[in-house]
C-alpha cells in the first residue's frame, strides 16, 4: 500500500458549516488543507488556522462573542472536560472559559480517519497482544487506536469495544464514526467514570478486545489489569512519551508491572554482583507489548515489556525494535543504539541518595513543585515532620508535584506536562497542613529503601528505652545484614541487642 493509498477522511465540510461565514471562505482559499490541524478562536484575539509548521491568520477582525456563539450553536454539547464534537464526525472541539464560566475560546482540531496507519504493527495486533501506545500529543496515538479497532473487528471478526471517553475515538453524537468499522462504542458520561465503564464493557457486553485512550488515573490502571486478567486483549494509549516515564510514573507504572525496592541479603547480593538494595517489578505487566509512536510512520517497538523492564532495573542496555514506512509503503525494520537512560532515571528517581555535605540526617533534599496548594503550608508542614524538602516554582524543575485531586482530574497543561515528563504527581486530599504533611510523608516514604524505614524504626528504639519509656523494645522482622546495621546503631549507643525468632521473621530486641 502507498501512501497515495492511505485514505484520510476529515470531513472538512462539516467543521467549516460550524464557523461564522467570513471565516469558512478564507479558510477555504487557504493552500494546503490536507495538513490542516485546528482553528483557534479566543475572544479579542485574530482567529488563526494552525497547520503543521505555520499559521494563517484568517481576518483582521477581532473575535466577538457573537462570533464563539454562533459556532457553539453548530456543535454538540460541552462534556465535563470541556469538550465537544460534531455529529457523525472526528472534530474535536475545546472550550476556554473565564472564571464565571464563560465560553471565552475555542479550539476547533480537525479529526481524520487514516487508513492504512496499523500496517506498521499489524503483526503485533493479530497475535492477540494487549498492546500499550505512547507519545506525544498530536503523534497519532488516538488515530492509530482507531484503525487497530476497525481491523480487529472488520478484518479479523472479533468482537471489539471502544470506551471512548471524549468520544476522541468514534466521534459525537449516538451513531459511531465509520472509521470504527463494526466495532461497539461505549460513551463515558464524565471522564471520572471511565474507569467503571472499563469494566461494565468487559462484564456487560463480552468483548475478545477492549479499546481505550487515555489511560491516566490509578483507578484506571487498576480496571485496565482487571480486563487484562480475564483474558481480554487491551490496546490502549496513556499519558507519557516513553517507557521510562511510565516506570517513572508512580499513578501509572502499574501498567508495565511496578516498580518496587527489595533488600537482598549478603549472599543473594553477592551472586548478583549488585547492592543490596535493589529495584524489581512488582508484577506481570498488564500489557505485554508498549510501542512508541515517535513520528509519523515511524515507532520503537518493546516486544516483551517484562523482559524490558527487568534489563532496565538490572541496569542493562535495552534497545527497541525501531521501524518505519516510507513513501512507497516499504515497511524497514531495525535495532536501535543501546541506552542506559532509563535504568539511571530509575537509580537517581528511585534509590536513596546522599546529600553531598551530609545534611538533612544524610537525605537529599526533595524538589517539590506545589500545584494548586499553598507554599507556606506546604513550607510549614516540611519543617513540622523535619522532611528536607524545598520548594520551586517550576515543575520541570521538581522531583515531584504536589497537588489536589481536583486539579489532577482537569489535567492542565502544567500537569500534563509533569506527567510526559516522568515526574511523579502526588495527590493531597485537601489544602489543609494536615493532609498536605501526609502527602509529603509519603513522598519522603516512598523515596527511601528498606534500609533506612529499619535503621530509622532501630533509631527510635533506642531513643525510648534510653528515655526511660520502655525496658525492652522488639524491632520488625529483618534479614540478617539490616539486623546487623541495627546491632551496630544499639552498640555505639552503649545499649544491648539480641536477634529473636526464625527466619523470615527473626528480628532484633534492644534493651538496657
Given at each position: ?122 503483526d503485533v495486533v493479530e497475535a492477540g497482544r494487549s498492546i500499550l501506545l505512547l507519545g506525544r500529543p498530536g503523534v ?373
Open positions: 500500500m502507498t501512501r497515495e493509498q492511505l485514505l484520510a477522511t476529515d470531513e472538512l465540510d462539516a467543521i467549516l458549516h460550524a464557523l461564522p461565514p467570513e471565516l469558512v471562505q478564507r479558510v477555504r482559499g487557504l493552500d494546503g488543507l490536507d495538513s490542516l490541524l485546528e482553528i483557534v478562536m479566543d475572544l479579542g484575539r485574530l482567529p488563526e488556522a494552525r497547520f503543521t509548521g505555520r499559521e494563517e491568520i484568517l481576518s483582521q477582525r477581532e473575535v466577538t462573542a457573537e462570533d464563539i456563539a454562533f459556532v457553539i450553536s453548530r456543535i454538540g454539547q460541552f462534556g465535563g472536560d470541556n469538550r465537544a464534537g460534531i455529529e457523525r464526525t472526528l472534530h474535536r472541539i475545546s472550550a476556554l472559559r473565564n472564571r464565571a464560566g464563560k465560553v471565552v475560546g475555542l479550539t476547533l482540531r480537525v479529526g481524520r480517519a487514516v487508513y492504512g496507519t496499523m500496517e506498521i504493527i499489524r497519532g496515538k488516538t488515530t492509530l487506536l482507531r484503525e487497530v479497532a476497525r481491523v480487529l473487528a472488520d478484518e479479523m471478526g472479533k468482537r471489539v469495544v471502544i470506551v471512548d471517553t471524549s468520544n476522541e475515538i468514534a466521534g459525537d453524537g449516538d451513531i459511531p464514526h465509520p472509521g470504527i468499522g463494526r466495532a461497539r462504542r461505549m460513551q463515558v458520561a464524565a471522564p471520572s467514570l471511565q474507569h467503571a465503564v472499563m469494566i461494565e464493557a468487559v462484564e456487560n457486553h463480552m468483548p475478545e478486545v477492549v479499546v481505550i485512550d487515555e489511560i491516566g488515573t490509578e483507578q484506571e490502571a487498576g480496571a485496565a489489569r482487571t480486563i487484562a486478567e480475564r483474558g481480554v486483549q487491551l490496546i490502549a494509549t496513556a499519558h507519557g512519551n516513553t517507557l521510562e516515564n511510565l516506570m517513572l510514573n508512580p499513578t501509572l507504572s502499574d501498567l508495565v508491572g511496578g516498580v518496587q525496592t527489595v533488600t537482598l541479603g549478603d549472599e543473594e547480593a553477592r551472586r548478583r554482583g549488585t547492592q543490596k538494595s535493589v529495584l524489581e517489578r512488582k508484577a506481570p505487566p498488564t500489557f505485554q507489548t508498549l510501542v512508541e509512536i515517535q513520528a509519523y510512520q515511524r515507532v520503537a517497538l518493546y516486544q516483551d515489556v517484562a523482559q524490558t523492564v527487568d534489563a532496565i532495573l538490572l541496569g542493562n542496555p535495552v534497545a527497541p525494535e525501531i521501524r518505519s514506512r516510507d513513501a512507497s509503503g516499504e515497511l524497514s525494520v531495525s535495532t536501535s543504539k543501546p541506552s542506559r537512560s532509563a535504568s539511571e532515571a530509575m537509580e537517581r528517581r528511585s534509590t536513596p541518595r546522599i546529600a553531598a555535605n551530609g545534611a538533612n540526617g544524610g537525605r537529599e533534599t526533595v524538589k517539590v513543585y506545589p500545584f494548586g496548594l499553598s507554599w507556606t503550608r506546604v513550607e510549614e508542614a516540611a519543617r513540622g515532620l523535619g522532611l528536607p524538602v524545598a520548594i520551586v516554582r517550576e515543575p520541570d524543575e521538581a522531583d515531584v508535584v504536589i497537588t489536589l485531586k481536583n486539579y489532577y482530574r482537569r489535567k492542565t497543561p502544567r500537569l500534563r506536562n509533569a506527567e510526559s515528563q516522568g515526574i511523579p504527581i502526588y495527590i493531597a486530599r485537601s489544602n489543609s497542613s494536615t493532609q498536605i504533611a501526609s502527602a509529603l510523608a509519603s513522598v519522603i516514604e516512598l523515596r527511601r529503601g528498606p534500609e533506612d524505614k529499619a535503621l530509622e524504626e532501630a533509631r527510635d528504639g533506642i531513643e525510648q528505652v534510653v528515655g526511660g519509656q520502655s525496658d525492652e523494645i522488639e524491632l520488625t522482622p529483618q534479614n540478617a545484614y539490616v539486623r546487623k546495621l541495627q546491632h551496630e546503631l544499639v552498640e555505639r549507643a552503649n545499649l544491648s541487642s539480641r536477634s529473636t525468632g526464625a527466619e523470615p521473621f527473626r528480628r532484633v530486641q534492644i534493651y538496657r
